[in-house]
């Protein structure tokens, strides 16, 4: 069973980088997403950024495109999620999904059927 470990979270100043990362065991599905999710207190689960690994394609949550970048190794062990230029608002516990086999829809938390455990990203002003 595929499973997935995030880490790279932490505490920046507004303006800051940081880099997530998120570990896959046993991902060999081609026709699959994998992506990011956040979720802030008090507020519903939304759509980051997402992989599809059929064709390598990129989607993006289109209020973060600019400031978000993700990314994946060679070997789809690790998926990334570059986030520069952040704000407070960026605060939010970060997950990494996996929706197997791929929908449409890439956008929608409850496509996704494997999460990791989430990183905690918090921005200070």
């Known amino acids: 069973q595929m499973q997935l470990v995030e880490s790279g979270g932490g505490s920046v100043q507004a303006g800051g980088s940081l880099r997530l990362s998120c570990a896959a065991s046993?991902?060999?599905?081609?026709?699959?997403?994998w992506g990011w999710f956040r979720q802030a207190p008090g507020k519903e689960r939304e759509e980051v950024a997402a992989?599809?690994?059929?064709?390598?394609?990129?989607y993006y949550a289109g209020s973060l495109k600019g400031r978000f970048t993700i990314s994946r190794d060679n070997a789809w062990k690790t998926l990334y999620l570059q986030m520069d230029s952040l704000k407070p608002e960026d605060t939010a516990m970060y997950y990494c999904?996996?929706?197997?086999?791929?929908?449409?829809?890439?956008?929608?938390?409850?496509?996704?059927?494997?999460w990791g455990q989430g990183t905690q990203v918090t921005v200070s002003s």
């Open positions: 046993r991902y060999t599905y081609a026709r699959s997403f």
């Open positions: 999904a996996a929706q197997i086999p791929a929908t449409g829809d890439w956008a929608s938390p409850n496509r996704y059927n494997v």
């Open positions: 992989i599809y690994r059929g064709t390598d394609s990129t």
